[in-house]
């Protein structure tokens, strides 16, 4: 059984079976049926009920269990998260899984232009840390996860390295 959030509000469990483009299953303890048809690796039409869906996949996060899907236009967040997930939730062992962070290095070689974060900042996952130009492009290199900046290993305007060490969390 998986327990799959909507939007940060509605709760859904289900156990939906799929094959042959057929799927089955109770959401909510309400069966269900439905065919769909993959378009490509991020677009799907789901016929339920005589009605028609047209489901784009946006986002895609493994890691978190998240995903964003835009149906029929409308943008929805969704959690999935299985009885294991729910378990660790429950002994207090949830925020052990999360990822932790030791070190921004640079993705590829360019020249740092500039650093977002000062030493003992605290960061949250998402937030820019370093702004780095390669290749006559601006990439933003964000936190992988919340943390706190131990040290910044590079100064603005540097000629950096693939794999160089930017900045010690």
Do not use: C, R, W
């Not at 030791?102 to 960061?123: Q, T």
């Not at 492009?137 to 131990?150: F, I, R, Y």
């Amino acid at each position: 059984m998986l327990n799959v959030t909507v939007n940060n509000s509605a709760s859904i469990k289900t156990n939906l079976q799929v094959a042959n483009n057929l799927f089955e299953g109770l959401i909510n303890d309400s069966q269900v049926n439905g065919s769909f048809i993959k378009l490509n690796n991020y677009q799907y039409h789901l016929l339920h009920n005589n009605t028609s869906y047209n489901i784009d996949v946006v986002k895609i996060n493994s890691e978190e269990k998240t995903m964003t899907l835009k149906i029929n236009g409308e943008k929805h967040d969704v959690v999935i998260k299985d009885k294991y997930d729910e378990l660790l939730k429950n002994l207090g062992l949830d925020s052990l899984v999360t990822k932790k962070v030791a070190n921004i290095k640079a993705p590829m070689p360019g020249m740092v232009l500039k650093i977002m974060v000062n030493e003992n900042d605290s960061v949250k996952k998402g937030d820019t840390l370093v702004i780095l130009e390669a290749m006559k492009m601006e990439n933003s290199l964000k936190a992988p996860a919340d943390g706190v900046v131990k040290k910044i290993a590079v100064n603005q305007g540097a000629a950096v390295e693939k794999n160089q060490l930017l900045i010690q969390f």
